[in-house]
């Protein structure tokens, strides 16, 4: 079991920056690729970016990439996201969330299903 715990998120404006944190306890961090995600009321999770257990390969969703970046510190057990260049329609809950193995099957990295452990979230507001 591993338990996650995100924070940083905030009310900015538009392009300012944000830096999110998730913080993992239980079974042994640098075990799970890890993923960040988000959601808005009335839509599904969707994808945001993605991380091998030893942080050598990453991923992104299109919308985000050049603006965010996604890294790991196994040493600290702690997964981030910085996003850059915010925008009104980056707004939602963020969860950090634990692959159910430690590598990742072919592209399945974007789909929340296949995550085994999620943390409670933490809401990004961007305003115009």
């Known amino acids: 079991q591993v338990i996650l715990r995100e924070s940083g998120g905030g009310l900015v404006q538009a392009g300012d920056s944000l830096k999110l944190s998730c913080a993992a306890t239980?079974?042994?961090?640098?075990?799970?690729?890890m993923g960040w995600f988000r959601q808005t009321p009335g839509k599904e999770r969707e994808f945001v970016a993605a991380?091998?257990?030893?942080?050598?390969?990453?991923y992104y969703q299109d919308s985000v990439k050049g603006r965010s970046t996604i890294s790991r510190e196994n040493a600290k057990n702690t997964l981030y996201l910085q996003m850059n260049s915010l925008k009104p329609e980056d707004t939602a809950v963020y969860y950090c969330?634990?692959?159910?193995?430690?590598?990742?099957?072919?592209?399945?990295?974007?789909?929340?299903?296949?995550?085994?452990?999620w943390g409670q979230g933490t809401q990004v507001t961007v305003s115009s």
């Open positions: 969330a634990a692959y159910r193995s430690t590598y990742y099957s072919g592209t399945r990295y974007q789909f929340p299903g296949d995550y085994a452990f």
């Open positions: 991380i091998s257990w030893s942080g050598g390969r990453t």
């Open positions: 239980g079974h042994t961090f640098s075990a799970y690729a």
